[in-house]
């Protein structure tokens, strides 16, 4: 991993976390941490900027989390919404409103973002193949188009930026389908939050994506996956939930992509960017989170960031 001199340091990237590196995938469940333990733990890792995570894990009252979060010396970076556009208008007013809920209070807590990370194609805890792992042409179509709408309205209602999350088990995945989705969007409307380690589990290379579509880079999530179980998960087939309960989402700077270069390339670009740690690690022991933040968080450093 190439390590940046102090001269050089990442002065355009804002590190954070999120409850993703607590476990945390569900607005309620008895195998993450509790919301407060989170907020205490990730502001004594170090980091400054954290996400939303899933609508109603954190409280949704605006006045509670600001108390909550100044407290503690954090601010929001951005909220995350799902979406399942591909399948056309019939889908519009649910996702709207879903959307609406999480835009709220996004802006509300100060936010400028919101990540929207498509359906899975397959379901993420069983593994029940839920529709083809493939776009027709009419539901690339449905998704082209129904995410600028998107963008457009969460840009206009709520002053927000959305940036689209290539996700593993879901129909944005592969270098080849996020070319196709960047090259059919239109780029004032559609950014995209480029997830490191989603995109090597699928195959990408994450520098060359930045090197190549860097105007389309709103948002970054550091992530890394272990080759060798990646390597397992791949010949057998394997889910993406149960791929993570595996062990595939792991430690900096243990797996894949090496983030200093990754790092190196964002800076490059020469605009503000979020960089938020997310290591996939549902389900977890309620202790095992603190310490990797707190690790992480010191890599990150030694990178420059």
């Not at 008895?30 to 899933?54: K, M, N, T």
């Not at 509670?64 to 010396?73: D, H, N, P, S």
């Not at 399942?84 to 802006?107: I, M, P, R, Y």
């Amino acid at each position: 991993m190439t390590s940046l001199s102090p001269q050089s340091s990442l002065s355009r990237i804002r590190i954070g976390s999120a409850p993703d590196s607590w476990g945390v995938w569900f607005p309620d469940d008895p195998q993450q941490v509790p919301w407060l333990r989170f907020l205490d733990e990730v502001a004594e890792s170090g980091y400054e900027w954290i996400e939303l995570g899933p609508y109603g894990y954190l409280p949704t009252d605006p006045a509670v989390l600001t108390e909550e979060t100044a407290k503690r010396g954090l601010k929001v970076s951005a909220g995350t919404v799902f979406t399942g556009l591909h399948h056309g208008e019939a889908v519009w007013e649910k996702t709207w409103a879903h959307v609406a809920d999480n835009a709220v209070l996004a802006q509300a807590m100060g936010a400028k973002h919101l990540v929207v990370i498509p359906s899975f194609w397959r379901d993420d805890k069983t593994g029940e193949v839920l529709e083809p792992d493939t776009l027709t042409p009419e539901q690339w179509r449905n998704l082209t188009s129904l995410t600028e709408r998107l963008g457009h309205e969460v840009r206009e209602r709520y002053g927000l930026r959305i940036v689209v999350h290539p996700h593993a088990d879901t129909h944005i995945d592969s270098e080849d389908n996020v070319v196709r989705f960047l090259d059919g969007t239109d780029s004032d409307l559609v950014s995209l939050c480029l997830d490191t380690g989603h995109y090597a589990y699928c195959g990408g290379d994450s520098v060359k994506l930045i090197e190549t579509y860097g105007s389309r880079i709103g948002y970054l999530h550091l992530k890394q996956v272990d080759p060798e179980i990646l390597a397992d998960v791949r010949a057998k087939g394997t889910p993406f939930g149960p791929a993570v309960a595996q062990g595939v989402m792991c430690e900096p700077p243990g797996g894949v992509p090496a983030l200093g270069p990754v790092l190196e390339a964002a800076q490059k670009l020469d605009v503000d960017l979020f960089a938020i740690v997310e290591q996939d690690m549902y389900p977890c022991a309620p202790d095992a989170p603190l310490p990797i933040a707190r690790r992480t968080r010191a890599f990150l450093r030694s990178c420059g960031a």
